[in-house]
T-cell receptor, first 116, second 112 residues
Framework: DAGVIQSPRHEVTEMGQEVTLRCKPI?????LFWYRQTMMRGLELLIY????????DSGMPEDRFSAKMPNASFSTLKIQPSEPRDSAVYFC??????????????FGPGTRLTVT | AQSVTQPDIHITVSEGASLELRCNYS??????LFWYVQSPGQGLQLLLK??????LVQGIKGFEAEFKRSQSSFNLRKPSVHWSDAAEYFC??????????FGKGTRLSVIA
């Protein structure tokens, strides 16, 4: 398997622009997670899906952030409008979870976002 | 809610020396515990995990970790560090079917 695939790997944009990050989870995994990593705040869980349904989006910083999972093999994280403080590395991860036990998450390589 | 503490932000060890990275968790029942490693510019990779059974678990790259319920700890160890082990290490805990809670990470530097 190719693992979790994220695109683009690097994104540089100007403040106010819309940014869309993409993720393809590992085939067969039913959980998908979006994280943000910064030096100041570490690794933060933004939102996660189970069977394409958003379960918890309490980590989404504000309404400028939105995430979708239209099917089992694709998810997007959108920031509109972007701000310099959104600059971070965004990770997507997927896992296969049974009801009673969490399986390990497999992480993608991340998208490094720079907002100028 | 569960939480994870990694007391050491940065550790420097000499190549060939032994390593121990500390992790303490807070959770009322038996947690599920994980150690991940992140090399520069990369995503996180699972090193090892503890679900139940033997409290000493072996992982990849020669790492091991020991679950100590009495100390609420899950420390990561390696008997002889290689320069390629320089990376960021994250401890994580989960309870039931909930997302992992990650610690802040410990950055490991290896010197010759």
């Amino acid at each position: 398997d190719a693992g979790v695939i994220q695109s683009p790997r690097h994104e540089v944009t100007e403040m106010g622009q819309e940014v869309t990050l993409r993720c393809k989870p590992i085939s067969g995994h039913d959980y998908l997670f979006w994280y943000r990593q910064t030096m100041m705040r570490g690794l933060e869980l933004l939102i996660y899906f189970n069977n394409n349904v958003p379960i918890d989006d309490s980590g989404m910083p504000e309404d400028r952030f939105s995430a979708k999972m239209p099917n089992a093999s694709f998810s997007t994280l959108k920031i509109q409008p972007s701000e310099p403080r959104d600059s971070a590395v965004y990770f997507c991860a997927s896992s296969f979870g049974a009801f009673w036990i969490p399986y390990e998450q497999y992480f993608g390589p991340g998208t490094r976002l720079t907002v100028t | 809610a569960q939480s994870v503490t990694q007391p050491d932000i940065h550790i420097t060890v000499s190549e060939g020396a032994s390593l121990e990275l500390r992790c303490n968790y807070s959770y009322g029942a038996t947690p599920y515990l994980f150690w991940y490693v992140q090399s520069p510019g990369q995503g996180l990779q699972l090193l090892l995990k503890y679900f139940s059974g033997d409290t000493l678990v072996q992982g990849i790259k020669g790492f091991e970790a020991e679950f100590k319920r009495s100390q609420s700890s899950f420390n990561l160890r390696k008997p002889s560090v290689h320069w390629s082990d320089a990376a960021e290490y994250f401890c994580a805990v989960a309870a039931g079917n909930t997302p992992l809670v990650f610690g802040k990470g410990t950055r490991l530097s290896v010197i010759a």
